[in-house]
């Protein structure tokens, strides 16, 4: 199949078509821009969008990014390995569900999250003087 070579003025518009390379690329092989790929393009104004303002919804900042935050602890549990414990806690976090709560080590959350144990702490504290007091 024979193409006839394509001459373009300085201003016009030219659609480009560039299709994946087949196979496996290896180090070092580049693909190459070939012209047969050049087709005249006359404008449209139908294939201009207009930008609409964007809504934010929720607590994005203005990067539209959130913070993760944890909610609350879901369990605990302590891996026992040769010489030392190590500590566990499940966490749900912020625009997640329980089935995605993940495994956090418990000093690092301590750290960061205090207010999470805090609410535990008081919680168990409770537990215990209801169960002093035969209240369970």
């Known amino acids: 199949m024979k193409r006839r070579p394509l001459e373009f003025e300085i201003g016009e518009k030219a659609y480009v078509k560039v299709s994946p390379m087949k196979g496996v690329i290896r180090f070092g092989k580049n693909g190459?821009?070939?012209?047969?790929?050049?087709?005249?393009?006359?404008?449209?104004?139908?294939?201009?969008?207009e930008i609409e303002p964007l809504v934010v919804e929720g607590n994005l900042n203005k990067e539209l990014k959130y913070e993760e935050v944890p909610i609350r602890i879901v369990d605990t549990k302590k891996q026992v390995l040769r010489q030392r414990t190590i500590p566990y806690v499940k966490v749900q976090w912020s625009n997640h569900s329980e089935r995605e709560a993940t495994w956090e080590l418990e000093e690092k959350m301590r750290k960061q999250y205090r207010y999470l144990f805090e609410e535990k702490i008081d919680s168990s504290f409770e537990d215990e003087t209801l169960n002093k007091e035969g209240g369970m």
């Open 32 to 49: 190459k821009f070939n012209p047969r790929y050049l087709r005249k393009y006359i404008s449209n104004p139908s294939h201009v969008l």
